[in-house]
């Protein structure tokens, strides 16, 4: 009875301790549910403070608790495009805002597109007489660019510049198949398509290698003009043709070397920074500490200035991220996810459909799924638009199809079309370790497809023929959708990936314009004037759930600057975890495939790749998982 009073105490002690944890648990959540959402009460005469400390993206991506468990590292900031025009537009004409401030310390990048959107609504707060400040410990490529529509560039005395340009090396691993006798079958129709040859080559083909030659040099030059339009003072030329030289100049300082060449204006700390932001804004009255300054926070600014609802709705569906099957996102483009938006939609009076992609595509079953949703709505009798963001290639064109009108930037990437399935074999390997196959057959596809005894040639020539199939399905529609004959589409098909100015020349885009123009060009086709529409976003809500998650994941830890060598070393460790995206995409249960590998990685999953090492661990249980 001794022992079983001491259990019994000890049974009712973890009942004790377990009905305050959750009690605790509870009201922690509780307090966090009642804080959670910004209040516009946060507003403040001053600055409107821009802390991005993320990527700029066109959707989201909700946290995931539980892989932010496992990784061990806080999920990666992202801001929606749209979200930053809209809160940098409302403080050119907001009295209470009196300068723009960008902290750029934690930046890790955007695509061009978004970019030349955040860069030109920067510009129209200046343009309103109104200041544009920024600092950073080190500025990037797409740092750089933003800071050029900065009317005042800080950068720490201890940071620096450096500008390396588009493009870069891929991995490629036929070799190591080879030796892991692996058989990668490839079945794909279009000379330029390249999504392949990390599986079939050991170096870039000499067409992929003349696609992306006039791809990257077409952006290179786009990035090029917007800096040097928005920052004439910028010697491009010195750090671009003579990059060691314009280093070696001032003596290794990175600091001073980004100051000679103009693209910034101030050497500073964040103190100092701050000071002289006071000096504009006026002194905070709320905290003392050196360098503080009067701000309002980007969450209570899109707060207090709302998305207008008034008039007739334009619905606005978003396909961001790769195209696949299932209900994924937001974030990745789920094609059943995507397309019961659409659908749920219909009960709505929609003027008229814009549908925003910045995706290079992916399954194309899923991209056919939105494609047909887009449709049904078109069967309503109202204008459709599509209007392109960064990418919009391969399945990211597909469904542009139905569109009526197409827009684009002339930083845009699309086309590649053309399609390619890919499955793995592994009778040598099986082989080579003493293991083979034998059985009866009753005809050519008996026990096929079989992965470990081969395929045979007539299941080889089936797939290929299949393949050849889909490509005539996806010429068709953009024969249909751009009034071209088939043999004009596959001339600026077969895979080939193009810039938006080119594409525009081809046909294959309408006109240049952002979602400002795709909404004003639906609402003249709606006969709707100034103030007689608004913008609906589908699916645009985010949940309370995910806001708390996000305040008590991101945390303090990269508190401090990234100088230029951090930076260098941080973009780099994308490219090790890339390497399980790749082996992933071989062995993984894709099907047909419309996706374009020539297009530059997204900034978002880019830096999901590389964001950190700690999480390696969390990152191989999810690839052996898959």
């Known amino acids: 009875m001794h022992f079983a009073g001491k259990v019994w105490r000890l049974l009712v002690g973890i009942k ?43 959707e989201r991506t909700p946290v995931d608790p539980f892989a932010a468990l496992l990784s061990g590292t806080a999920p990666i900031g992202e801001y929606q495009s749209r979200d930053l ?94 030796k892991l006798k692996v058989n990668a079958r490839v079945y794909k129709v279009g000379t330029y398509k390249s999504a392949v040859e990390p599986f079939t080559e050991t170096g870039m083909s000499d067409p992929a290698r003349e696609n992306a030659a006039a791809l990257y040099g077409a952006l290179w030059e786009e990035w090029q003009a917007n800096v040097k339009k928005a920052r004439p003072a910028a010697d491009l030329e010195l750090l671009i043709k003579d990059p060691v030289g314009w280093v070696e100049t001032a003596n290794g300082d990175f600091a001073t070397a980004a100051r000679n060449a103009g693209l910034v204006d101030k050497l500073g700390t964040r103190t100092q920074f701050g000071e002289r932001v006071a000096e504009i804004v006026g002194e905070d009255d709320w905290d003392d500490a050196p360098g503080a300054y009067p701000s309002t926070p980007l969450t209570a600014w899109l707060e207090a200035n709302p998305w207008p609802t008034d008039g007739k709705k334009i619905g606005v569906v978003t396909i961001a991220g790769n195209i696949v099957d299932g209900d994924a996102g937001p974030g990745t483009a789920g094609g059943t996810r995507i397309a019961d938006l659409l ?94 196959s034998d059985g009866v057959r009753t005809g050519p ?103 708390i998650l996000r305040q008590l994941l991101i945390g303090d830890e990269d508190a401090g600057g990234r100088d230029v060598f951090a930076r260098i070393a941080g973009d780099r460790q994308a490219l090790t975890l890339a390497m399980f995206a790749d082996a992933r995409r071989l062995l993984g249960s894709e099907g047909v495939q419309a996706y374009c590998l020539a297009c530059p990685t997204t900034q978002s999953a880019s830096v999901h790749q590389g964001r950190s090492l700690e999480g390696f661990l969390a990152r191989m249980v999810s690839f052996f998982a898959d």
Do not use: C
């Open 16 to 58: 004790d301790g377990l009905v305050l944890l959750f009690m605790l648990l509870f009201f922690a959540l509780l307090f966090s549910i009642l804080s959670a959402r910004p209040s516009p009460a946060q507003v403040r005469d001053g600055a409107l403070l821009l802390e991005l400390d993320g990527v700029i993206v066109e």
């Open 85 to 178: 025009v809209r809160a940098i537009d409302a403080a050119a004409k907001d009295k209470r805002i009196t300068a723009v401030v960008l902290d750029l310390d934690r930046f890790l990048g955007a695509g061009q597109v978004h970019l030349a959107e955040v860069g030109e609504a920067l510009d129209r707060v200046r343009a309103a007489d109104k200041p544009v400040l920024t600092y950073a410990t080190a500025y990037a490529d797409d740092g750089v660019f933003l800071a050029a529509h900065a009317s005042e560039v800080w950068v720490d005395p201890m940071g620096g510049a450096f500008v390396a340009g588009p493009g870069g090396n891929r991995l490629y691993f036929a070799g190591l198949l080879d």
């Open 343 to 436: 659908d749920e939609a219909l009960d709505e009076e929609f003027a008229g459909l814009v549908v925003r992609v910045d995706s290079p595509g992916g399954s194309a079953l899923a991209s056919e799924e939105i494609r047909n949703a887009i449709l049904r709505h078109k069967a309503r009798d109202i204008p459709v638009a599509v209007s392109m963001a960064n990418v919009a290639a391969s399945g990211g064109y597909w469904v542009a199809t139905p569109a009526d009108r197409i827009f684009a930037e002339p930083e845009t990437i699309t086309g590649s079309i053309g399609i390619f399935a890919m499955i793995p074999t592994f009778e040598d390997a099986a082989a080579s370790i003493g293991v083979t």
């Open 445 to 547: 596809l008996s026990g096929q497809p079989d992965m470990i005894g081969g395929f045979t040639p007539e299941v080889d020539r089936i797939l290929q023929a299949s393949i050849e199939n889909g490509y005539r399905d996806f010429l068709s529609r953009v024969s249909k959708s751009r009034q071209m004959t088939m043999e004009q589409v596959d001339r600026v098909g077969q895979g080939r990936v193009w810039d938006g100015g080119t594409a525009r020349q081809l046909r294959l885009v309408d006109e240049y314009g952002g979602m400002e123009e795709a909404l004003a060009w639906v609402a003249g086709q709606a006969e709707l004037g100034e103030g007689e529409w608004s913008a609906a976003y589908l699916g645009d809500d985010a949940s309370t759930a995910d806001t």
